[in-house]
């Protein structure tokens, strides 16, 4: 089975720190995305990464950064953290060999909180 | 661009009764569809994959449906329990890859 781990269930951060989300995947996809999801207004998509060393803008990039220095782990950047990040992150991965043919797989999530 | 709906955004049913999940799409070029399923606090757990040329798919009390010339998918639960009670999600992919999601329908099964 695939296994798509988020280091963190629960995280709470004082605004101005900066944060770090990491997610891993042990089914070699070389797509990796990061969401977040808040009530009413459904999951939308930060960053996403093809590849190692490669990452594209989402809909809501800014705030955020993205790092993916091995093919199983992206992480997520918030280098400032402000009230309004305080969300639910997932991170999901896929393959890209008929990339749109592919499931994505989602990891558990992580409920930060921002102070 | 790709909008996804579903409706309706919750349901309660009675424990043992048959009930349908919709989805619907307004491009009808997709490449797939995806359902998800979403506890509460948790991530999502994917159900079932419908490829743009399959009709349906099935996994245990699941079926998904789908009719891409009216921009449309089903989820059929059949004999529902408690324990199908979450949040179903259905999703199609963009042209880069990132899926659009609907809003999701919360369903909640009565003992």
């Known amino acids: 089975d695939v296994k798509v781990t988020q280091s963190s269930r629960y995280l709470v951060k004082r605004t101005g720190e900066k944060v770090f989300l990491e997610c891993v995947q042990d089914m070699d996809h070389e797509n990796m995305f990061w969401y977040r999801q808040d009530p009413g207004l459904g999951l939308r998509l930060i960053y996403f990464s093809y590849d190692v060393k490669m990452k594209e803008k989402g809909d809501i990039p800014e705030g955020y950064s993205v790092s993916r220095e091995k093919k199983e782990r992206f992480s997520l950047i918030l280098e400032s953290a402000s009230t309004n990040q305080t969300s639910m992150y997932l991170c999901a991965s896929s393959f890209t060999q008929g990339t749109y043919n592919q499931p994505q797989h989602f990891g558990d999530g992580t409920r930060l909180s921002i102070l | 661009k790709q909008e996804v709906t579903q409706i309706p955004a919750a349901l309660s049913v009675p424990e043992g009764e048959n009930l349908v999940l919709n989805c619907s799409f307004t491009?009808?070029?997709?490449?797939?569809l995806q359902w998800f399923r979403q506890d509460p606090g948790k991530g999502l757990t994917s159900l079932l994959l419908i490829q743009s040329s399959q009709r349906e798919q099935t996994s245990g009390r699941l079926n998904a449906s789908l009719d891409k010339s009216s921009g449309r998918s089903t989820l059929y639960i059949a004999a529902s329990q408690p324990g199908d009670s979450a949040t179903y999600l259905c999703a199609v992919p963009s042209n880069t890859g990132k899926l659009i999601f609907g809003q999701g329908t919360t369903l909640q099964v009565k003992p």
């Open positions: 491009d009808s070029a997709i490449y797939n």
